[in-house]
């Protein structure tokens, strides 16, 4: 029997793992969140000095994983400093896990 989208009901889980694979679905984007798990928080030109892509593109990426709720961000005249979201960036690695772990 043919299972159809319309007929799947996904666990939250689901979405959620779903949500940081697509975040996290740009080789840039995972050098951000390497560079911003070896520190506490990091200012954005910061990491425009280690990944060599234009401000603008950064700033995207940046954009991408926040919406996916990995990082966070706080302003601080005339810059903003990036940090992971803790919480959610455990359950990212625990849904991670218990999907490969199978």
Not at 15 to 29: E, G, I, N, V
Not at 32 to 61: F, N, V
Request: proline share 5%; net charge neutral; hydrophobic share 40%.
């Amino acid at each position: 029997m043919m299972v159809t989208e319309k007929s799947v009901q996904y666990l939250e889980k689901h979405l959620l793992l779903a949500q940081f694979a697509k975040a996290l679905s740009h080789p840039a984007r995972v050098y951000i969140m390497e560079i911003l798990s070896k520190q506490t928080c990091c200012y954005s030109g910061d990491i425009t000095d280690e990944i060599p892509i234009a401000r603008s593109t950064l700033s995207q990426h940046l954009k991408e994983l926040k919406l996916a709720g990995l990082i966070q961000g706080s302003i601080e005249p005339p810059k903003i400093r990036y940090c992971i979201n803790p919480e959610n960036w455990e359950l990212a690695k625990k849904y991670f896990a218990e999907l490969f772990n199978h």
